[in-house]
Structure formats: C-alpha cells, structure tokens
C-alpha cells in the first residue's frame, strides 16, 4: 500500500514538475539517495491536492478486492438462507395442509349390517326387529307384550356424507309418516327427537338362512322366552312362529309347526348357529 503511494507520488511530482527539474531527479535519483526533504520540495501544491484522490482510488480497490475475496462465504450463507428458508415454507405448507385435513370431517359410513332386533328405550317391554328381504326392508314393531304387533315400511338411503339414512312410516300404528333415523356404528338408531334404538347382543337378532335366500329367521325374547320367527319367501303374512330353548353355546327349535322335528339343536358361535345337516343361520 506505502509503496503503491510513493509511486503515484512520484508520478504526479513528475507530472507538474519542469524538466530541468525532473533530469536532476533523475540523476539524483541514480546516484544517491532522495531524502524525504528533497521529494516534498520538488512536489508542487497541485500534486499534493491529488494524494486524497490517490487514496481513495487505493481505498476503494482494497473494497472491490475484499468482497472477491469473501464472495464464496457470502455465497453460501446466502444459499444456506435461501435453503433454510425453503425448509421453513415447505414445513408451513406441509403443517397447514395436515391441520386443514384434520378439520375436514371424515365422511360417514355406509353401514349395511342394520337389519336386526332393536331395543327402545321408550317401549323397553317392545321390540323393533328391522328386516332385509332383498331391495324390500320393512320392520315388525310391539310396543309391549299383549300388543298389537304392526308392519312398518322403511326407505333405505345411502349417503357418503351422512351415512345410512331410514325414513320410517309410522303412519300404521298412528305415528307421524316420515321420520329419518341414521344408523350409527356400533348397532345404534339415531332419531331427530334424540331417541336411540340399540341392536340386541347374544342369541338374538335377524339371521339369513341360504336355503332360503329370500326369507327371513327372527330369534328374539318375549315373556315365554325365546321366540323365533319364520319366512322362507320375506312376506310377514307367511310368518311362522316357532318355540325355542337356548343356552350360551345352543338353541333348540321346534319345527313341528312348519312339518320339521320337534327337537333340532343347532351350535351357536360367533353369530352363527350350526345345524346337523350342515346348514348355517348366519346373524345380520
């Protein structure tokens, strides 16, 4: 830096200096040594006016000079920043798009197992068994025991949104026509006015029966015990009504009624009940 200056001295002294001047400086400068005193007395003022703009030209290649040299640094700290940046959003993104998933609701689901024997909390000495012969669904309904056992037709809608909806005419026993129920999970039957209908566990339910695919076996509880209700073609006017004995692990029919045995035993496991020839009532 000194000598870049000393140098630029000289060349401004040379420049605003006469000749006669500048041949003694060169033969001073051949010859001996130039003192510090001998320089500034041939450097004119203009010269001096130029040293601050000499300065500033040394200053300011230093600067451009600094930034080449720590260019790689600021490069990758700018792409380090650029990286971490992209992370960020990539993670805001990813972030925003699991909390807009999660308060999407999930759609319903089609139940099609609702056929069965149901409980209702208003009529609990009643039952409502939900039967499913074919496209027709239709459901026999007692309030209690000693009474009058009606027909009601039921419309089934499916809706991926809301799920599996049944509009029940209850016009038959003197009930309003259309009243939606939207079968839930676990064997429930939602309804408007906050009643729940529950499916009954155990022995009891709605069984299909392949020797008879079109028809229909009930097995449900009344004061006398069990009772199981037939219909090989899914009409309720050809309904058959037959006694039965059942344990955890057994049921016993008496199809003397229908021209079968007195006494056939079936196994019951898992929701199917077993029988001798083969054949299997498998609960809906």
Request: proline share 7%; glycine share 8%.
């Amino acid at each position: 830096m000194k000598l870049a200056l000393f140098s630029s001295l000289i060349a401004a002294t040379a420049a605003f200096c006469p000749s006669s001047v500048q041949s003694n400086a060169k033969i001073n400068t051949s010859l001996d040594a130039i003192s510090r005193r001998d320089v500034l007395g041939w450097i004119p003022a203009v010269a001096f006016a130029t040293l601050p703009a000499v300065a500033n030209a040394a200053g300011k290649a230093k600067a451009e000079k600094a930034p080449e040299e720590e260019a790689p640094v600021e490069k990758a700290t700018k792409a380090k920043n650029t990286s971490t940046k992209k992370t960020s959003v990539k993670a805001t993104a990813e972030k925003e798009t699991t909390a807009t998933a999660k308060a999407e609701p999930e759609a319903s689901a089609i139940i099609s197992d609702f056929p069965g024997v149901y409980s209702d909390p208003k009529h609990p000495k009643g039952y409502r068994v939900i039967i499913s012969a074919g496209s027709k669904v239709s459901m026999q309904l007692q309030d209690d025991p000693a009474g009058k056992v009606f027909s009601i037709p039921i419309k089934v809608k499916n809706d991926k949104k809301v799920g599996t909806l049944l509009t029940i005419d209850f016009s038959p026993k003197g009930g309003p026509k259309n009243i939606v129920g939207t079968v839930e999970k676990k064997g429930k039957i939602s309804f408007p006015d906050g009643n729940v209908w529950s499916k009954t566990t155990g022995i009891v339910g709605v069984y299909s029966d392949p020797k008879h695919p079109k028809g229909y076996r009930v097995i449900r509880k009344d004061a006398s015990g069990i009772v199981v209700a037939l219909s090989d073609s899914g009409s309720t006017s050809k309904e058959i009504t037959i006694p039965a004995k059942a344990s955890k692990t057994s049921v016993e029919f008496d199809f003397s009624s229908k021209g079968g045995p007195a006494s056939l035993k079936g196994t019951v496991k898992e929701g199917v009940i077993t029988f001798p020839d083969g054949n299997t009532w498998t609960k809906l």
